[in-house]
């Protein structure tokens, strides 16, 4: 699969929540109407969350999480991306935030 972001994200989100350490995932954000992402992709929902409101998508042939999308119908005004899966030098310069996701109510 393939994504291509129109450039470079302002920021990268670091979370220490359960999902993303154990995942290993960054998080930058695009609107769906910004991306395009060609491939194919399975999904899934987390069943730990009382209200669940996205999906996050895999490779179909590798299975790493590449970005998380609403569960709601497109067009999304947010998504989140896998910085860990675009190369290092064209997230050079982006700002890296710590996010406490472990203190989030699940």
């Known amino acids: 699969m393939t994504i291509t972001v129109p450039r470079r994200p302002d920021y990268i ?12 995932w960054r998080c930058f954000y695009f609107g769906s109407e910004e991306v395009a992402i060609a491939g194919r992709v399975d999904s899934y929902v987390r069943a730990d969350i009382v209200e669940p409101s996205l999906e996050v998508m895999r490779c179909a042939m590798c299975g790493c999480p590449a970005y998380w999308q609403p569960l709601s119908d497109p067009p999304h005004e947010r998504m989140g991306f ?22 989030w109510p699940l």
Not at 13 to 21: D, H, R, V
Not at 83 to 95: P, Q, S, T
Request: with cysteine; glycine share 8%; aromatic share 6%.
């Open 13 to 24: 989100n670091a979370c220490n929540c359960s999902a993303c350490t154990k995942l290993g």
């Open 82 to 103: 896998n910085a860990n899966l675009f190369d290092a030098a064209f997230l050079d310069g982006a700002e890296v935030r710590p996010v406490d996701g472990r203190s």
